[in-house]
């Protein structure tokens, strides 16, 4: 099992490993990884694998994808390096940083809309430079779209921080909020879920289930505009927004 260490720490960006196996010609697993796998909505980290030794001496690949099946998969251009090479990684700073600012705005987005319209996240997509989130509610007006905005734009203001630990699905079960984890969205395969929290310790303002990436406090997110909205059929809107 490849140790994803991209859950404990997200601001590492480069790491060596040794490869464990290669997949066809181009998908290699590692020991360990601080690249992010395509998943939760979170884009995949792209960036660098490079090895030194005999044979191959400063020879680098760039990874396009990464993916987490039954192993983490990281895709790469060419010819991969052989199992038993010891590798460079590097993750794209900028990208990955991107990603984890939108993530957070997203979990800000999501208990704002809960609060305020009792409207649950049904589904959201990140990119570097925009995302959107899907909700289950009729339908938000120009009014609601202010008020989601300036909510939004408080609590980052407020620099809130955020934090990650794992806990056991039936203590997670038996002692956080349903409302807020949501850890109904999960299958039941999952038996320890990463719980992302924003705001005090005792009495946060957010907490939920996640394996994404996130920025220390929400003062990194930054400036967040609100960009409209567009209906995803009956009772379901999508609320689209981009970071300053």
């Known amino acids: 099992m490849t140790e994803a260490r991209y859950l404990d720490d997200a601001t590492t960006h480069e790491f060596e490993a040794t490869v464990e196996t290669v997949r066809g010609t181009d998908r290699v697993v590692l020991d360990r990884t ?3 796998p395509e998943g939760g909505g979170q884009p995949h980290d792209t960036g660098t694998l490079s ?8 020879e680098t690949w760039d990874v396009t994808d990464v993916q987490k099946r039954d192993r983490i998969e990281h895709v790469v251009a060419g010819d991969a390096p052989d199992p038993g090479a010891t590798v460079t990684g590097r ?3 900028a ?9 957070t705005a997203q979990h800000l987005l999501s208990a704002v809309l809960l609060d305020e319209f009792d409207a649950e996240t049904t589904g959201n997509q990140l990119y ?12 938000f007006d120009g009014d609601d779209l202010r008020t989601i905005e300036t909510r939004l734009n408080d609590l980052v203001a407020s620099d809130l921080p955020v934090r990650w630990y794992s806990l056991d699905r039936e203590e997670a079960e038996a002692t956080l909020d349903p409302d807020r984890t949501r850890l109904h969205l999960l299958p039941e395969s999952i038996r320890e879920v990463r719980i992302v929290e924003i705001g005090d310790a ?3 303002f957010d907490r939920t289930a996640c394996a994404g990436t996130h920025v220390e406090s929400t003062g990194d997110i930054g400036t967040v505009s609100i960009a409209g909205r567009t209906t995803q059929g009956s009772a379901h809107e999508r609320v689209n927004f981009v970071l300053e």
């Open 34 to 36: 601080y690249f992010y």
């Open 51 to 58: 090895v030194d030794g005999e044979g191959c001496d400063g």
């Open 91 to 93: 993750v794209d700073p």
């Open 95 to 103: 990208r990955r940083r991107a990603h984890s600012r939108y993530h």
């Open 128 to 139: 570097a430079d925009h995302a959107h989130l899907d909700c289950a509610y009729d339908r």
């Open 202 to 204: 005792d009495d946060p």
